[in-house]
């Protein structure tokens, strides 16, 4: 992520939005992705879609859904290098002509006005928000059964004890270029380390409304990640919330 101050000068206005797809063999549920962004009503808003190594062949799909209202951009990597490397591969591929980011995965779904609401509630305080998030409703694709997800509003107390936002918020620049980019080195709670680091220096705003989809389909990183990793990360984050309380303490 670049860090100077020229690198999070906004374009226009009205910012462009760009929404971040990593996708690792979701063939058959990334058009329907793309789909819930393209029918946002917010605009100027590009798609950027990094296919990380699949065996299912997304790009037909993808390419499929191509529009001159909403540029669709596509990173093809021929091995897997896993949902960190592929949102900051896309992140510095959209970074000069961006605004803001959005996060999406290819196996969830945006609601209706999404990307309106959480940029209206970024431009209340733009010099202090760096991240805006929603509650979900969670949907298992095999049993048709869908769960209201509430989020609790932000702390950043709450935060350190567990990950209070959820995975498809809207990241600004500055938040970027002040944090970098997520931990390639994780596999699992690379958001959560995101998130943390990003409000260091700013805050995150919640917006109490189910605005987005969050799919269990079986290959969800809680069902095929192992249980050792994610201690591994548990523990990494515990120790990066322990040393900068004792770098502030000093």
């Given at each position: 992520?670049?860090?100077?101050?020229?690198?999070?000068?906004?374009?226009?206005?009205k910012?462009?939005?760009?929404?971040?797809?990593?996708?690792?063999?979701?063939?058959?549920?990334?058009?329907?992705?793309?789909?819930?962004?393209?029918?946002?009503?917010?605009?100027?808003?590009?798609?950027?879609?990094?296919?990380?190594?699949?065996?299912?062949?997304?790009?037909?799909?993808?390419?499929?859904?191509?529009?001159?209202?909403?540029?669709?951009?596509?990173?093809?990597?021929?091995?897997?290098?896993?949902?960190?490397?592929?949102?900051?591969?896309?992140?510095?591929?959209?970074?000069?002509?961006?605004?803001?980011?959005?996060?999406?995965?290819?196996?969830?779904?945006?609601?209706?006005?999404?990307?309106?609401?959480?940029?209206?509630?970024?431009?209340?305080?733009?010099?202090?928000?760096?991240i805006?998030?929603?509650?979900?409703?969670?949907?298992n694709?095999?049993?048709?059964?869908?769960?209201?997800?509430?989020?609790?509003?932000?702390?950043?107390?709450?935060?350190?004890?567990?990950?209070?936002?959820?995975?498809?918020?809207l990241?600004?620049?500055?938040?970027?270029?002040?944090?970098?980019?997520?931990?390639?080195?994780?596999?699992?709670?690379?958001?959560?380390?995101?998130?943390?680091?990003?409000?260091?220096?700013?805050?995150a705003?919640?917006?109490?409304?189910p605005?987005?989809?969050?799919?269990?389909?079986?290959?969800?990183?809680?069902?095929?990640?192992?249980?050792?990793?994610?201690?591994?990360?548990?523990?990494?984050i515990?120790?990066?919330?322990?040393?900068?309380?004792?770098?502030?303490?000093?």
């Amino acid at each position: 992520m670049q860090d100077n101050d020229s690198a999070v000068e906004q374009h226009s206005q009205k910012p462009i939005v760009t929404v971040v797809i990593p996708c690792h063999n979701h063939a058959d549920m990334v058009g329907n992705a793309i789909d819930s962004v393209t029918m946002q009503d917010y605009r100027p808003l590009k798609i950027v879609v990094v296919d990380d190594g699949s065996t299912d062949n997304p790009e037909p799909v993808i390419r499929s859904k191509e529009n001159q209202d909403v540029p669709i951009f596509l990173i093809s990597n021929e091995n897997p290098t896993g949902p960190s490397s592929a949102r900051n591969a896309a992140i510095e591929r959209m970074w000069e002509e961006t605004d803001l980011f959005m996060m999406l995965d290819a196996d969830d779904l945006y609601l209706k006005d999404k990307i309106s609401k959480s940029v209206n509630k970024f431009l209340e305080h733009p010099e202090h928000i760096g991240i805006v998030y929603t509650d979900a409703i969670i949907r298992n694709i095999h049993t048709g059964t869908e769960i209201h997800e509430l989020r609790m509003p932000y702390n950043r107390q709450d935060l350190e004890s567990e990950c209070i936002i959820s995975n498809t918020p809207l990241i600004t620049k500055q938040a970027l270029a002040n944090a970098g980019g997520y931990d390639e080195g994780m596999r699992t709670c690379e958001d959560w380390d995101l998130w943390l680091r990003i409000t260091e220096s700013l805050v995150a705003v919640h917006i109490p409304e189910p605005l987005h989809i969050y799919s269990v389909t079986g290959k969800n990183a809680s069902d095929v990640v192992s249980s050792e990793v994610w201690h591994e990360n548990w523990r990494k984050i515990s120790m990066r919330i322990a040393e900068r309380r004792n770098a502030t303490s000093h």
